[in-house]
């Protein structure tokens, strides 16, 4: 309990630090090898140490997010909010100009049965106060048909406003999400920020595979949605003005020019899974293509509701960086 305590003190202390001057994203140029870099801590991963305690006769896990990509995806839940349908709909286009695949998106009524068949991902919407019993009834609807093996005796919690669970069952991959939305029609510009935030973050962390990524430092800005500074939220409401704010600026509001760059390298991938060093070579020799490729769609005005306009500066091409050094 002594060291809990040093702990979070130690989190409500870091959150309150003042941003260094380094940190000022309009002077910043982050560098090929700053990418490479945030693509290993993010990508280059296993399962979790829950993988271990997998059923053995369950298939590999291949995190494959070409095949996640362009499947469909059910919301159910809460009717969707115009916000919410904002931010599905640039994230629809958004998978479309990179993957080149329109995804159908199912709005459902309130449960997982109520979607059509051998839905990717199912996105439960909530406004307002919901229970785990909720949470662990999708799971159980889940388990039932792609088999995933869930342990029985141990049901989920609802631990935060945004979470997401991805699993790779008999019947085939899955990934189910569950995000807050404003409760008012007309939300304040703080509300607007924070549940555009959330969702945002949890599309992107199913559609990528990409792992939270902590980050100690604020002597440089933010360079990726996956980066997190730590952050005191004990005690929270999450619906108070303090919780959205601390949380808020504990990662970027939006996709930052690297996760674009980051799905256009999944895109291109030649592999069947994103969790290898093979990745890191494919990123490697198709650097610069990638990055033409990502400013492309940084350009286009139809995303700028996901885009973090702090974070959109990208590295330099490879010849101009050589005619510099020259």
């Not at 399962?47 to 271990?52: A, E, I």
């Not at 059923?55 to 916000?83: Q, Y």
């Not at 996956?226 to 409401?237: A, M, T």
Request: hydrophobic share 40%; charged share 20%.
């Amino acid at each position: 309990m002594y060291l809990r305590a040093l702990l979070q003190l130690a989190f409500a202390l870091i959150w309150l630090l003042p941003l260094g001057q380094g940190a000022r994203a309009d002077i910043f140029t982050p560098t090929r090898e700053m990418y490479l870099d945030l693509a290993r801590q993010g990508w280059v991963y296993e399962f979790g140490s829950s993988l271990k305690r997998r059923d053995p006769t369950l298939p590999p896990v291949h995190f494959d997010a070409k095949r996640t990509s362009t499947g469909s995806v059910c919301i159910i839940g809460a009717p969707a909010h115009k916000l919410s349908r904002a931010v599905l709909g640039q994230f629809e286009s958004l998978l479309v100009d990179i993957f080149e695949r329109k995804i159908p998106l199912h709005f459902a009524d309130r449960q997982i049965t109520d979607c059509p068949p051998a839905q990717r991902v199912y996105l439960r919407l909530y406004s307002g106060r919901v229970y785990d019993g909720v949470l662990n009834a999708d799971l159980r609807a889940l388990d039932q048909m792609f088999d995933l093996g869930l342990p029985t005796s141990r049901p989920e919690r609802i631990n935060s406003p945004a979470q997401g669970f991805s699993f790779f069952g008999r019947n085939g991959n899955v990934a189910h999400l569950m995000v807050r939305q404003p409760d008012s029609q007309d939300p304040s510009r703080l509300e607007r920020d924070f549940y555009r935030s959330i969702l945002i973050e949890e599309l992107f962390h199913v559609f990528s595979f990409g792992l939270d990524i902590p980050k100690i430092s604020r002597e440089t800005p933010f360079l990726s949605k996956l980066q997190e500074h730590p952050v005191y939220l004990k005690g929270l409401d999450w619906t108070s003005p303090d919780f959205m704010r601390r949380l808020l600026a504990s990662n970027p509001g939006g996709l930052c020019a690297f996760d674009v760059f980051m799905l256009h390298a999944l895109a291109q991938m030649p592999l069947d899974s994103s969790n290898s060093e093979a990745f890191l070579v494919h990123i490697k020799d198709q650097f610069d293509l990638l990055l033409q490729r990502t400013r492309g769609t940084l350009a286009d005005p139809a995303f700028d509701l996901l885009l973090e306009r702090a974070c959109l500066i990208t590295p330099q091409p490879a010849q101009m960086t050589k005619v510099h050094k020259n």
